[in-house]
C-alpha cells in the first residue's frame, strides 16, 4: 500500500503514526503548512488520518477528488463534516469500545478528587499545613445520586463502576432504554435537579452544543457536582464559571473544555475545581488500542475488506 497516499491533518499518537509511515505515503499536515505543495498533491490523496480534535471541514474535503476515506483515531469525530463525506461517498471510521474503560475510570477519579478536594488535601501535606491544623471535612459520594447525561456504552460504563458505590443512578439520552434498571430522565435539566453528581458524556457536535447551561446549573444546585469527560461544547463555560464563582454549585471535575488548550484564567483560578488537559483516554494501553483500530479500518478498506468501525452515519 506504500503506493497509496494519505494526508495526515494532526500531530498524531506515535502508535498510529508509525504504523501509517510503514505502510502508506504520509503528507503530514502540508495543507496547513506548504499550501502550494498541497494543491499539487491533493488530486492523489485518497485517505486522511485525523485525531479526535482534528477540523475535517467540507472545504478541504472538496479539494481532494480522489478521497476515500477519513480514519479517525477517537471516538468523538465532531470536528469532521460527515455529511460532506457522505455527499462524496468518502466513509469515515472512528475509534470506539477501546477507550471506554479509560474514559470511564477518569469519570470517577474526577467526582472523587472534587467531592474530596484531592488535589487541594495532597497541596496540604505538600506545603506543611497539616502540621497546624487538620483539613476541612468535605463531601462524601458513596451512595449520592448520579446523572448521566448520555448512556452509551462510556455511559454505561461509568454507571457499573457507581454501582460499586453504592450511588443511586439516573439518566438523560434522547429516547429512554427500557433494557437498563436506571431512571429515566427526559432533560438534562430535570435530571440535574435529582442528582449529586452531573457526569457529561454525550457527544459533541451542533445538537448537544451548550446543553449543559445556566439552566441547568441551577437545577444542579450549590450542593452539587459538574464532571465533564464529554466534550468542551457541551458545556456553556462562561454559564459555568460563573456558576462555581457564585457557589450556584458545589464544584466541577473538567476533562475537556471549549477552546483546547487555552483554559479561561478564571477558570484556573477557582478552588472547586479539579482540571486535567483531556487525557482520559491516555494511558499507554487505550492508545495502543486506538491507534491499532484507526490503522486497521484504514488497511481494511484499501483491502476491499469490511471496516471495523464506520460511525454510524456511514454503516
Not at 466541577?252 to 482520559?280: M, Q, Y
Request: charged letters at 20%; a neutral charge.
Amino acid at each position: 500500500m506504500s503506493a497509496i497516499e494519505v494526508l495526515s491533518v494532526a500531530k498524531l499518537s506515535p502508535f498510529y503514526q508509525e504504523p501509517l509511515q510503514a505502510s502508506f505515503t504520509i503528507h503530514d499536515r502540508v495543507h496547513a503548512t506548504d499550501p502550494a505543495a498541497f494543491a499539487a498533491l491533493a488530486p492523489r490523496i485518497r485517505a486522511i488520518a485525523a485525531d479526535g480534535n482534528s477540523r475535517v471541514s467540507a472545504e478541504l474535503i472538496a479539494q481532494l477528488p480522489a478521497l476515500e476515506i477519513i480514519s479517525v483515531m477517537g471516538v468523538g469525530y465532531d470536528g469532521v463534516d460527515v455529511a460532506a463525506a457522505k455527499s462524496r461517498n468518502v466513509v469515515v471510521t472512528h475509534t470506539p469500545d477501546v477507550l471506554n474503560d479509560d474514559v470511564a475510570d477518569l469519570a470517577i477519579a474526577l467526582m472523587l478528587s472534587v467531592a474530596r478536594a484531592l488535589p487541594q488535601a495532597e497541596q496540604f501535606v505538600r506545603t506543611g499545613q497539616w502540621e497546624k491544623g487538620g483539613f476541612p471535612l468535605q463531601r462524601k459520594m458513596s451512595g449520592a445520586r448520579l446523572g448521566i447525561v448520555g448512556l452509551g456504552r462510556i455511559g454505561q460504563a461509568i454507571a457499573t463502576r457507581a454501582e460499586a458505590f453504592g450511588m443511586s443512578i439516573a439518566y438523560n439520552t434522547r429516547q429512554p432504554r427500557p433494557n437498563l434498571p436506571y431512571r429515566y430522565f427526559p432533560s438534562a435539566k430535570a435530571l440535574a435537579a435529582e442528582s449529586d453528581f452531573l457526569v457529561a458524556i454525550t457527544p459533541g457536535g451542533a445538537g448537544t452544543r451548550n446543553l449543559i447551561n445556566a439552566e441547568v446549573l441551577k437545577a444542579l444546585g450549590p450542593r452539587g457536582y459538574l464532571i465533564n469527560v464529554a466534550r468542551g461544547s457541551v458545556v456553556d463555560q462562561d454559564a459555568l464559571i460563573e456558576a462555581l464563582e457564585k457557589g450556584a454549585i458545589a464544584g466541577a471535575g473538567l476533562d475537556v473544555f471549549a477552546d483546547e488548550p487555552h483554559v479561561p484564567e478564571r477558570l484556573r483560578k477557582l478552588s472547586n475545581v479539579v482540571l486535567t488537559p483531556h487525557i482520559a483516554s491516555a494511558t499507554q494501553e487505550t492508545r495502543r488500542a486506538m491507534g491499532e483500530l484507526a490503522y486497521a479500518n484504514l488497511q481494511a478498506h484499501f483491502s476491499g475488506k469490511t471496516l471495523l468501525s464506520p460511525v454510524p452515519e456511514c454503516r
